[in-house]
T-cell receptor
Framework: EADIYQTPRYLVIGTGKKITLECSQTMGHDKMYWYQQDPGMELHLIHYSYGVNSTEKGDLSSESTVSRIRTEHFPLTLESARPSHTSQYLC?????????????FGPGTRLTVL | GDSVTQMEGPVTLSEEAFLTINCTYTATGYPSLFWYVQYPGEGLQLLLKATKADDKGSNKGFEATYRKETTSFHLEKGSVQVSDSAVYFCALLSTGGFKTIFGAGTRLFVKA
């Protein structure tokens, strides 16, 4: 079973608030990812990281930002939330070794912006 | 660029029916292929994978064979259960790549 955690699981906030979605993994994986999952289920990569101090934008443009100060921690921040940010956010991690880049996912954060 | 196409859902089956979810891919070189499953209220988890042509991945009664000649990786199960109701994602990782490409997902409903 994967050891990757996301908090909070559910969040309802008002427009304009700053929020941080937490993601932590205890597997020592170098690579971490954030996906946005729309109601149609499709996954969109919004950020990823190769390791500490590395962050890259994904395929879907996002107003969120990420940081990677520690290997195990990859938080996502929205400076000013809007209703268009309402979605499910999934964090994942993988390593470069013999597991052939299997991704391990957290349970997700369901964000609702009113 | 690389891409994955999987059959649209939802797929609705009765318990003990045979399941096939089609998946085809476009990629250069020799990608690794994956099936992930997402149960309600959870994140995705790896179901099975295959890393080279003709490999068969299998887990929990599900199986898929890496067919390079048809660029396919169809998911099959001989007898589905209600507990198999979930969303299934086909995915690939390009040779030397660092990003996994996911299909759009196929929702499966199994009726008792």
């Amino acid at each position: 079973e994967a050891d990757i955690y996301q908090t909070p699981r559910y969040l309802v906030i008002g427009t304009g608030k700053k929020i941080t979605l937490e993601c932590s993994q205890t597997m020592g994986h170098d690579k971490m990812y954030w996906y946005q999952q729309d109601p149609g289920m499709e996954l969109h990569l919004i950020h990823y990281s190769y390791g500490v101090n590395s962050t890259e934008k994904g395929d879907l443009s996002s107003e969120s930002t990420v940081s990677r100060i520690r290997t195990e921690h990859f938080p996502l921040t929205l400076e000013s939330a809007r209703p268009s940010h309402t979605s499910q956010y999934l964090c994942a991690s993988s390593d470069f070794s013999g597991s052939k880049h299997t991704q391990y996912f957290g349970p997700g954060t369901r964000l609702t912006v009113l | 660029g690389d891409s994955v196409t999987q059959m649209e859902g939802p797929v609705t089956l009765s318990e003990e029916a045979f399941l096939t979810i089609n998946c085809t891919y476009t990629a250069t070189g020799y990608p690794s292929l994956f099936w992930y499953v997402q149960y309600p209220g959870e994140g995705l988890q790896l179901l099975l994978k295959a890393t080279k042509a003709d490999d068969k991945g299998s887990n929990k009664g599900f199986e898929a064979t890496y067919r390079k000649e048809t660029t396919s990786f169809h998911l099959e199960k001989g007898s589905v259960q209600v507990s198999d109701s979930a969303v299934y994602f086909c995915a690939l990782l390009s040779t030397g790549g660092f990003k996994t490409i996911f299909g759009a997902g196929t929702r499966l409903f199994v009726k008792a």
